[in-house]
């Protein structure tokens, strides 16, 4: 258990979000995916030190508005330009109730326990309340990217910023103290 990790939310943190009347919602198609500015040197950074793994929630599945394979493409396509060692992925609904939909930290405690990742030395960067509640319950440092969304906003929360870019400085700073 002395790896650690950096956890990441796909949709907003690494990829642009689609912003609909206030509120995020994920890429449909390969077509519309856009992985954000500095998104690519923030990561190549941060995998020196930690490994990458991308927690994202994808109840379009359940809801039958997207197929498995849609977000399978998508989360390939930044598997193949990225430095991401792993992607968990629940595909469950809110109604599911499961252990692995944030604000659940199920994603996170099975991947450490997977990677034999130390929690506590470990961090998660979401766009969402929902992730910084998961890495809050899981033990990690939270970042919350801040984009104004309105909706609701976390509760607790050690960082708020602006990009990847400014949790990943923040990160290799508090990696050499």
């Given at each position: 258990?002395?790896?650690?990790?950096?956890?990441?939310?796909?949709?907003?943190?690494?990829?642009?979000?689609?912003?609909?009347?206030?509120?995020?919602?994920?890429?449909?198609?390969?077509?519309?995916?856009?992985?954000?500015?500095?998104?690519?040197?923030?990561?190549?950074?941060?995998?020196?030190?930690?490994?990458?793994?991308?927690?994202?929630?994808?109840?379009?599945?359940?809801?039958?508005?997207?197929?498995?394979?849609?977000?399978?493409?998508?989360?390939?396509?930044?598997?193949?330009?990225?430095?991401?060692?792993?992607?968990?992925?629940?595909?469950?609904?809110?109604?599911?109730?499961?252990?692995?939909?944030?604000?659940?930290?199920?994603?996170?405690?099975?991947?450490?326990?997977?990677?034999?990742?130390?929690?506590?030395?470990?961090?998660?960067?979401?766009?969402?309340?929902?992730?910084?509640?998961?890495?809050?319950?899981?033990?990690?440092?939270?970042?919350?990217?801040?984009?104004?969304?309105?909706?609701?906003?976390?509760e607790q929360v050690d960082y708020v910023v602006s990009s990847l870019?400014?949790?990943?400085?923040?990160?290799m700073q508090l990696n050499g103290e």
């Open positions: 258990m002395n790896r650690k990790a950096v956890f990441l939310d796909r949709d907003g943190v690494i990829n642009r979000a689609l912003v609909i009347a206030g509120r995020p919602y994920p890429p449909s198609t390969l077509a519309e995916l856009e992985i954000l500015p500095g998104v690519e040197s923030a990561l190549a950074h941060l995998h020196t030190d930690y490994l990458l793994i991308v927690v994202t929630n994808q109840p379009d599945v359940a809801r039958g508005t997207k197929s498995k394979g849609e977000v399978e493409a998508i989360n390939c396509a930044l598997a193949q330009k990225l430095p991401i060692d792993e992607f968990c992925v629940c595909y469950h609904d809110e109604t599911d109730r499961c252990h692995c939909r944030k604000p659940a930290p199920g994603l996170l405690l099975q991947a450490a326990e997977r990677q034999q990742i130390d929690l506590h030395k470990s961090f998660m960067i979401g766009d969402r309340w929902r992730d910084i509640e998961a890495g809050y319950l899981a033990g990690c440092r939270t970042f919350f990217i801040d984009y104004g969304y309105k909706e609701k906003q976390p870019e400014e949790a990943s400085r923040i990160i």
